[in-house]
């Protein structure tokens, strides 16, 4: 504030004040600061990304998209606004443009686990194989990403590999014991693999998880109908509640130790959203 003050069309200044105004969710103040800065240096780069950003937090997504493009045009290989501008674009419905800008990431920063797994996601709508190697290429980078495991798990079941899809799923169950997507999906699987009893449990806890989901009802029903429909020489009880992680089964040698060594993920914050510039001289 003193620094604006003394000096108004500082714009190192007003960016810095409008990432901080960002920090603490006053976002109208943030964009009106970093729309300035821009105004006053709309050739930095940064001053747009962040501007842009801050409109995709707002809400605004298609003036997020236009600062996004503008620090593109700026600095092309700016993986972080390509990553934002991919976000945004996933959100208005451009799949295809987000896929193209992650591509480009991946391509720029092939070592970007977080970049990795984002393409591989989307990736997973409309080429299941390929996600499922990108999707690989995340694991050998962060193995202990339960959303990873849960995705490729994914990859797995269209691909038609119930086998492999349990054992990733049931990685992502452990490492992501409140996940209810990992427990549905897991759940889905064992029943195609003719485990009803274990479905079924796999199924209570998806449901417990997520009251209101109306598609693991569905199929917490089938699971139940199919067992019902057993010989009582052959039904095996169902617990009404979910007591452990997993359901007691094998998994395939190649996950065995993924599953053993598998410690809960730690979150880490290794994208800053707002990174403070490079001290400039008044030249």
Not at 15 to 22: A, I, M, N, Q, V
Not at 75 to 84: E, I, N, Q, V
Not at 184 to 198: E, I
Request: net charge negative.
């Amino acid at each position: 504030n003193r620094a604006i003050i003394m000096r108004p069309e500082f714009a190192e200044a007003l960016y810095l004040r409008g990432t901080c105004h960002g920090a603490m969710d006053n976002l109208d103040q943030a964009i009106a600061d970093l729309e300035h800065a821009s105004r006053v240096k709309p050739e930095w780069d940064r001053a747009w990304w962040a501007l842009g950003n801050m409109y995709r937090v707002a809400g605004r997504l298609q003036e997020a998209r236009d600062g996004l493009d503008e620090a593109l045009s700026l600095k092309p290989d700016s993986t972080d606004a390509l990553m934002d501008r991919a976000t945004v674009l996933e959100s208005l419905g451009d799949v295809t443009a987000a896929v193209s800008d992650l591509e480009r990431v991946v391509t720029l920063e092939p070592q970007n686990a977080t970049a990795l797994f984002e393409y591989g996601r989307l990736l997973l709508g409309t080429d299941a194989r390929q996600a499922l190697t990108v999707l690989s290429g995340a694991l050998k980078l962060d193995r202990r990403n339960g959303q990873v495991w849960l995705y490729r798990g994914l990859a797995h079941e269209q691909t038609r590999a119930p086998e492999r899809s349990l054992a990733d799923l049931t990685v992502a169950c452990r490492l992501m014991p409140d996940n209810a997507t990992a427990w549905h999906h897991r759940g889905r699987v064992l029943q195609q693999l003719g485990m009803a009893d274990d479905a079924v449990n796999d199924l209570q806890q998806a449901a417990r998880l997520a009251p209101n989901n109306v598609s693991i009802q569905q199929d917490l029903l089938t699971a139940r109908e199919e067992v019902a429909s057993r010989t009582p020489a052959t039904v095996v009880s169902v617990t009404p509640d979910h007591q452990s992680h997993t359901s007691p089964v094998s998994l395939p040698e190649f996950v065995q130790e993924a599953v053993v060594t598998a410690e809960p993920p730690v979150v880490k914050q290794d994208f800053e959203p707002f990174p403070l510039p490079q001290p400039q001289d008044e030249a």
